[in-house]
């Protein structure tokens, strides 16, 4: 089993940058992509970028490519979730997944919420003046 814990939360201005980290620990952190999510009260959880198992690979939703990135250190079980010139629309309970993959496979990753093995707690992120 794969626990995760995020942390880096908290009230940014518009504009400014934050930096998230998800730390793994239990499981064999290097054959599980991780994906970042975010959930706005009332709204479904969304999907918003992805990382691959060996770190090669990354994907983002259209509206924070450009502005977020994603990397990891499989050494320390952590990955991280910089976030630039951030916007209002950005304030949501942010969540990083698990997703296992085959050993052959490192170098993936979806942002999809049914594949998703092992969930976070979450921490809030509050863009605002």
């Known amino acids: 089993q794969l626990q995760l814990a995020e942390s880096g939360g908290g009230l940014v201005q518009p504009g400014g940058s934050l930096r998230l980290s998800c730390e793994a620990s239990?499981?064999?952190?290097?054959?599980?992509?991780i994906t970042w999510f975010r959930q706005v009260p009332g709204k479904e959880r969304e999907a918003i970028s992805c990382i691959s198992s060996d770190g090669s690979f990354t994907k983002y939703e259209n509206s924070v490519k450009g502005r977020f990135a994603m990397s990891r250190d499989n050494a320390q079980k952590l990955v991280y979730l910089q976030m630039s010139s951030l916007k209002p629309e950005d304030t949501a309970v942010y969540y990083c997944?698990?997703?296992?993959?085959?050993?052959?496979?490192?170098?993936?990753?979806?942002?999809?919420?049914?594949?998703?093995?092992?969930w976070g707690k979450g921490t809030l992120v509050t863009v605002s003046s």
């Open positions: 997944a698990a997703d296992r993959w085959p050993e052959h496979i490192q170098s993936m990753c979806e942002m999809r919420f049914d594949v998703v093995d092992y």
């Open positions: 239990g499981g064999a952190f290097s054959y599980y992509s």
